[in-house]
């Protein structure tokens, strides 16, 4: 028998502030979904570039008299607060905010009816939002989940980071060619 004492021992485990130990696990299980949320939050950032510029590039370039001047402001006026509405849809959705996820399913709803293309990116959408997952995303659990899991990012692929460049690129020539246009 020893003369030294040693205390006792106990397995210590991180479990946040919640006390979830599962966080971790649950995070990872739903983080290339809440990722693409987050990333249809920043197509809709982009889309409320696109309808904001081209708004004003429509009040700008519009001219024409009576009904046409009439018709141009009306127009122009219309995508700017269409530009706005997606920046506030954008928002929510990268804060995961659950009223976002009506609004963008209602969009998406919409969508639906753009037959081929339309409705195969709109059905992605509703899937994103509304399956089980996305229901996980948007709760407030889930929060509490991220909030107790700071260190665990998603990474975006580089193929990611090109393909978005080349579709701001594209978008960026669309607009300055129509601009030019007239």
Same mark, same amino acid.
């Given at each position: 028998?020893?003369?030294?004492?040693?205390?006792?021992?106990?397995?210590?485990?991180?479990?946040?502030?919640?006390?979830?130990?599962?966080?971790?696990?649950?995070?990872?299980?739903?983080?290339?979904?809440?990722?693409?949320?987050?990333? !249809?939050?920043? =197509?809709?950032? &982009? $889309? %409320?570039?696109?309808? *904001?510029?081209?708004?004003?590039?429509? #009040?700008?370039?519009?001219?024409?008299?009576?009904?046409?001047?009439?018709?141009?402001?009306?127009?122009?006026?219309?995508?700017?607060?269409?530009?706005?509405?997606?920046?506030?849809?954008?928002?929510?959705?990268?804060?995961?905010?659950?009223?976002?996820?009506?609004?963008?399913?209602? !969009?998406?709803? =919409?969508?639906? &009816? $753009? %037959?081929?293309?339309? *409705?195969?990116?709109?059905?992605?959408? #509703?899937?994103?939002?509304?399956?089980?997952?996305?229901?996980?995303?948007?709760?407030?659990?889930?929060?509490?989940?991220?909030?107790?899991?700071?260190?665990?990012?998603?990474?975006?692929?580089?193929?990611?980071?090109?393909?978005?460049?080349?579709?701001?690129?594209?978008?960026?020539?669309?607009?300055?060619?129509?601009? &030019?246009?007239?």
């Amino acid at each position: 028998m020893s003369d030294v004492w040693t205390p006792p021992r106990a397995e210590v485990k991180d479990v946040g502030l919640s006390g979830n130990p599962d966080a971790p696990e649950i995070r990872q299980q739903h983080l290339s979904h809440e990722a693409n949320i987050k990333a !249809l939050g920043t =197509l809709y950032y &982009l $889309g %409320f570039v696109i309808m *904001t510029l081209g708004g004003i590039a429509k #009040l700008l370039t519009g001219g024409g008299t009576g009904r046409l001047a009439a018709y141009n402001m009306g127009m122009g006026i219309a995508f700017i607060v269409l530009g706005l509405l997606y920046f506030w849809l954008g928002r929510g959705l990268r804060t995961l905010k659950p009223w976002s996820r009506i609004v963008a399913g209602v !969009l998406a709803g =919409l969508g639906l &009816l $753009g %037959f081929p293309f339309g *409705t195969v990116i709109s059905a992605f959408i #509703l899937y994103l939002l509304f399956s089980k997952k996305g229901a996980m995303v948007f709760s407030d659990e889930y929060k509490q989940v991220i909030a107790d899991t700071p260190d665990i990012k998603y990474r975006t692929s580089i193929i990611v980071w090109i393909f978005l460049a080349l579709l701001i690129a594209a978008a960026a020539f669309v607009l300055v060619a129509l601009t &030019l246009r007239h």
